[in-house]
Nanobody
């Protein structure tokens, strides 16, 4: 199943963006989904996840600013990012898998992601 990220861009501090992660199949019905980001010179980190049953988790730096959700068809997962900060600048990726795989970033490859740049 292929996942495609989109929605990134350049935004001023305090602004908002909504990222989309679209699946080619119905994997979101049977797997958890995580949004990750990697800033230049830093390790990739898991910022938000949503379980198969809909429970969500967030990394501390984005808690209360980012919201992960999915559409009813379970073909798209979104990451709504509000009150963006310069330190949110990164390439954002999405992945689907078990909760353990998401936590361990246990994936053989990563897609191109979508670039988010927060600055003036």
């Amino acid at each position: 199943v292929q996942l495609v990220e989109s929605g990134g861009g350049l935004v001023q501090p305090g602004g908002s963006l909504r990222l989309s992660c679209r699946a080619s199949g119905t994997i979101f019905s049977i797997a958890a989904v995580g949004w990750y980001r990697q800033a230049p010179g830093k390790q990739r980190e898991l910022v938000a996840s949503i379980s198969r049953l809909g429970s969500t988790n967030y990394a501390e730096p984005v808690k209360d600013r980012f919201t992960i959700s999915r559409d009813r068809a379970r073909t798209t997962v979104y990451l709504q990012m509000d009150r963006l900060k310069p330190e949110d600048t990164a390439v954002y990726y999405c992945k689907a898998g078990s909760a353990e795989a998401l936590s361990r970033m246990d994936f053989a490859s990563w897609g191109q992601g979508t670039q988010v740049t927060v600055g003036s």
